[in-house]
């Protein structure tokens, strides 16, 4: 089926202990972005991609770091993990913005426990 | 910048009640705007959208629509069943916000809980 598929699940990592998020998506989409989920707070953005090789970042990029090789992958690295990135991350992807009917589409989540 | 602002809850109300869930937004220019739906353990799902002033977005029951004049994109539904219960989230996107994709702006989320 077509969609945004992230990789893995769930993860427990230790603090200071480094991951890699993977985000796939197969509609051709230009635009991917990644999002944390924490109660109270929504969804808010980390980094975003407009193209294959691009990246920039969001509203809370720091501690992230994320790579755009090819056109259908996104990944999100954590370096050091830190407890305060314990989180619900989301990929999504979509057409530019000058296109803005269409919405987004978003992966199922990967929930992320750093202990 | 662009904001979206609804109501947190939870709302809890009883199987066939009357659903309303406010959404106003702050925005320069003509968003796009969208309600997106949380089902427990998944990923948001698109419910409706519209993309001009005056617009109704419908899916599944659900309604709302664009009002320019009052900056709302209230999403309602005449008769809630169990299999509602989710987060609901207000959402817009505006060309008109600068360069790049700066991704949808998402409210905080209502979380609606349908009690049989």
């Known amino acids: 089926n077509a969609g945004v598929t992230q990789t893995p699940k769930f993860r427990v990592l230790k603090t200071g202990q480094s991951m890699t998020l993977l985000c796939a998506q197969d509609?051709?989409?230009?635009?991917m972005y990644w999002y944390r989920q924490d109660p109270g707070m929504g969804l808010r953005l980390i980094h975003y991609?407009?193209?294959?090789?691009?990246?920039a970042k969001g509203e809370v990029p720091d501690g992230y770091n994320v790579s755009r090789l090819k056109k259908q992958n996104f990944l999100l690295g954590l370096e050091s993990a830190a407890p305060s990135q314990t989180s619900v991350y989301f990929c999504?992807?979509?057409?530019?913005?000058?296109?803005?009917?269409?919405?987004?589409?978003f992966g199922s989540g990967t929930r992320l426990t750093v202990v | 910048g662009d904001s979206v602002t609804q109501m947190e809850g939870p709302v809890t109300l009883s199987e066939e009640a009357f659903l309303t869930i406010n959404c106003t937004y702050t925005?320069?220019?003509?968003?796009?705007l969208f309600w997106y739906v949380q089902y427990p353990g998944e990923g948001l799902q698109l419910l409706l959208k519209?993309?001009?002033?005056?617009d109704k977005g419908s899916n599944k029951g659900f309604e709302a629509t664009y009002r320019k004049e009052t900056t709302s994109f209230h999403l309602e539904k005449g008769s809630v069943q169990v299999s509602d219960s989710a987060v609901y989230f207000c959402?817009?996107?505006?060309?008109?916000?600068?360069?790049?994709?700066?991704?949808?702006?998402f409210g905080k989320g209502t979380h609606l809980i349908i009690q049989p």
């Open positions: 991609s407009v193209g294959e090789g691009t990246t």
């Open positions: 509609m051709n989409h230009e635009y």
């Open positions: 999504a992807s979509s057409y530019p913005r000058t296109d803005p009917s269409k919405g987004y589409t």
């Open positions: 959402a817009l996107s505006n060309m008109y916000s600068g360069g790049g994709a700066d991704g949808l702006t």
């Open positions: 925005a320069t220019g003509y968003p796009s």
């Open positions: 519209a993309t001009k002033a005056d």
